[in-house]
């Protein structure tokens, strides 16, 4: 069996539409601090370059959640694998995510922080795959709406592979 990768969205393509997401980000929250919160392994690297864009003050937490293991299929449930550090009571949070799929993820983390009195909770997602969606999750901040593919690179990963990739690319196996 072999891998292949197509590149979806460029380099140049990601790094532009990352700034712009800050941009938005920026004005609306103008006069207030955010709590920006990294999905791990996935969300790593559009996380951190989403909070260099961003000009109001900035907190970074990261977070991990069960994940697909090997498969490209949802297994349906969401667990919270290693949690953040810092209170989020009365704080806003903006969640990083890599992908929206079903929508699974976003939705327990939407009600989570919620549940432990965030002032606020918003989204920003890279990619948005709205075909696939099962659960209704309102985003806030979307990067891309792609298609149903199985995508790789910017930190999405097929087996703990491809993360690294600078882009974002459409896996084929064959
Ligand atoms: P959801 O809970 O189904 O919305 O799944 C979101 C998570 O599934 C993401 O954070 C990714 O880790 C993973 N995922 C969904 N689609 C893809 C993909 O096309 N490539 C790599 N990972 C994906
Ligand atoms: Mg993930």
Redesign the pocket.
């Known amino acids: 069996m072999s891998e292949n990768v197509h590149v979806m969205l460029t380099e140049e393509e990601v790094a532009g539409r990352i700034k712009e997401l800050g941009k938005e980000i920026s004005g609306d929250y103008e006069g207030r601090e955010l709590l920006v919160v990294g999905?791990l392994?996935?969300?790593a690297f559009f996380a951190t370059e989403l909070a260099k864009r961003i000009t109001v003050p900035v907190r970074m937490e990261f977070m991990s959640?069960s994940?697909?293991g090997s498969s490209?299929v949802?297994s349906g449930t969401?667990k919270i694998k290693q949690d953040i550090e810092t209170d989020v009571a009365g704080m806003n949070v903006l969640i990083a995510?890599?992908?929206?799929?079903?929508?699974?993820?976003?939705?327990?983390l939407l009600d989570y922080f919620k549940k432990k009195g965030a002032e606020s909770v918003r989204i920003a997602t890279l990619?948005d795959?709205p075909d696939?969606?099962?659960?209704d999750?309102n985003v806030d901040y979307n990067g891309f709406t792609?298609p149903d593919?199985?995508?790789?690179g910017y930190g999405?990963?097929?087996d703990q592979k491809y993360r690294n990739l600078p882009y974002i690319g459409i896996?084929e196996l064959d």
């Open positions: 999905i392994k996935g969300a959640t994940s697909y490209t949802s969401v995510e890599d992908i929206i799929d079903s929508g699974r993820t976003l939705a327990f990619l795959k696939r969606r099962e659960v999750v792609i593919e199985f995508v790789v999405l990963d097929y896996l």
